[in-house]
Each structure stands twice: as structure tokens, then as C-alpha cells.
């Protein structure tokens, strides 16, 4: 992207970031392990995970839908059992945007802000500001960040024998 195109851009973003900010004042910044801290924690403790991305998200509410999943009242009650839960071998992945923006590139911190002024104060009753969350991009490591370059998540480290002990 050109310079000036960039520039544009980058204005036209944090000029809808102040008009929205109010919708997202309540949103708290939710506690989330890096992706190598989740991938860790769930080697080392030997936890389960359960990965909620956007999807996860609207399927619980009825009037949404996804393509490749049927919404219904059991598996909104399920996902809701899950947010609730708090198993000792098992971890809430949450979108990393839920605490920072930081690393990430423009479009993805629109998309992701725009997605909590939708359904921020609709997902917020289900989530615990105290708690600590694992990273829903433990699997997706590779998508919206602004330097590609950084290792994360490495494929390799999913692979126990070189984690266990």
C-alpha cells in the first residue's frame, strides 16, 4: 500500500475510533495469555481448550446463524456452560483483541472493535474481568497481525514430545 493510501487510511480509522469509543467504554479489557502462554499452559497442565472466535460469540444469540453451523437453544446453553465453567483442565480461549490492539494491523483492530461495539455489552454478562483467559489465535496465529515475521505459535510446539517432560 502507497504511502499516501496508507496515511489515509490510518486517518479514516482513528477518526471512526473516537466517534465509536463510547461504545466500547463499558467493554473491560479482558485478561488474555499471549499465544504462547495459552499454547503452554495447555501443554504443561495437559488442559483442554475451548477456542471462542466471533462465531462462538453470536451463536449465543438466537437470531444468529453461521454457515457451517446450525444456532440452537442447546448449543447456546452449552457454549454459555462453557464460558461459565472453571475446570481446572480447561482453558477459555478469548480473542486477544478482547485485552490489547497492539500488535495487530488496521483492519483487523477495525473489524474487532466494531464487533464489540455490536455485541459488547451482549457477551460482557458471560465473561469475568478477573479472570485469566487463554488466546482464541493459539490456532489463527497467523491472521491480522501488523509484523508477520514474529514466530508465533509455532507448529512444532504443539508436538508433546518436545514439551513434555
Not at 481448550?49 to 460469540?57: I, L, Y
Not at 452449552?78 to 495487530?104: D, M, W, Y
Not at 497467523?142 to 509484523?147: A, D, H, S
Amino acid at each position: 500500500m502507497a504511502f499516501k493510501e496508507r496515511l489515509s487510511s490510518s486517518f479514516y480509522y482513528y477518526q471512526w475510533v473516537l466517534q465509536t469509543r463510547k461504545l466500547r467504554q463499558a467493554f473491560p479489557r479482558y485478561k488474555v495469555m499471549s499465544i504462547e502462554e495459552s499454547i503452554s499452559a495447555i501443554i504443561r497442565n495437559r488442559k483442554s481448550a475451548s477456542r471462542f472466535g466471533d462465531g462462538e460469540f453470536r451463536l449465543l444469540f438466537p437470531e444468529h446463524y453461521l454457515e457451517f453451523q446450525e444456532n440452537s437453544e442447546e448449543i447456546r446453553m452449552k457454549l454459555k456452560e462453557v464460558l461459565a465453567g472453571n475446570l481446572s483442565n480447561h482453558i477459555i480461549c478469548l480473542p486477544e483483541q478482547f485485552c490489547t490492539f497492539r500488535k495487530f494491523d488496521i483492519s483487523t483492530k477495525y473489524w474487532w472493535k466494531k464487533f464489540i461495539n455490536h455485541y459488547g455489552s451482549r457477551i460482557s454478562p458471560f465473561l469475568d474481568p478477573h479472570k485469566t483467559y487463554g488466546n482464541s489465535f493459539i490456532s489463527r496465529f497467523y491472521i491480522g497481525f501488523k509484523n508477520k515475521s514474529e514466530n508465533r505459535g509455532k507448529k512444532n510446539s504443539w508436538e508433546p514430545e518436545k514439551n513434555l517432560e
